[in-house]
């Protein structure tokens, strides 16, 4: 089992910058876990924003968010982090991180096995 627990969201204004932080407990890194970042606004359907493998080295992002979002993890803090720079108005959402194990980066919300609660985003005009 593993939890995840999302932080670093809040309010900012367009062209701001945002870093937001997962955190993992349980049975976690070690257990070789890709890890994605979705988006949700209420009433819409979940968004992929950005992926990550294991090891880091293989990074995917949605393309509303590519050139300006960044995606790394440490795996001794057990902790991804998304990086959003020039935040836009229509980035506001309820940012999510995802748990997939022994697996490689997808952008389908279904392969993954564990989820956070969510951080609010919310992106003033």
């Known amino acids: 089992q593993v939890q995840l627990v999302e932080s670093g969201g809040g309010l900012v204004q367009a062209g701001d910058s945002l870093r937001l932080s997962c955190a993992a407990s349980?049975?976690?890194?070690?257990?070789?876990?890709?890890m994605g970042w979705f988006r949700q606004v209420a009433g819409k359907e979940r968004e992929f924003v950005a992926a990550?493998?294991?090891?880091?080295?293989?990074?995917i992002y949605a393309d509303s968010v590519k050139g300006r979002f960044g995606v790394s993890r440490d795996n001794a803090k057990n902790t991804v982090y998304l990086h959003m720079n020039n935040l836009r108005p229509e980035d506001t959402a309820v940012y999510s991180c995802?748990?997939?194990?022994?697996?490689?980066?997808?952008?389908?919300?279904?392969?993954?096995?564990?989820w956070g609660r969510g951080t609010q985003v919310t992106v003033s005009a």
């Open positions: 995802a748990a997939r194990r022994f697996s490689g980066v997808s952008t389908k919300g279904e392969d993954y096995d564990y």
């Open positions: 349980g049975r976690t890194f070690s257990n070789r876990y890709a």
């Open positions: 990550i493998s294991w090891s880091g080295g293989n990074g």
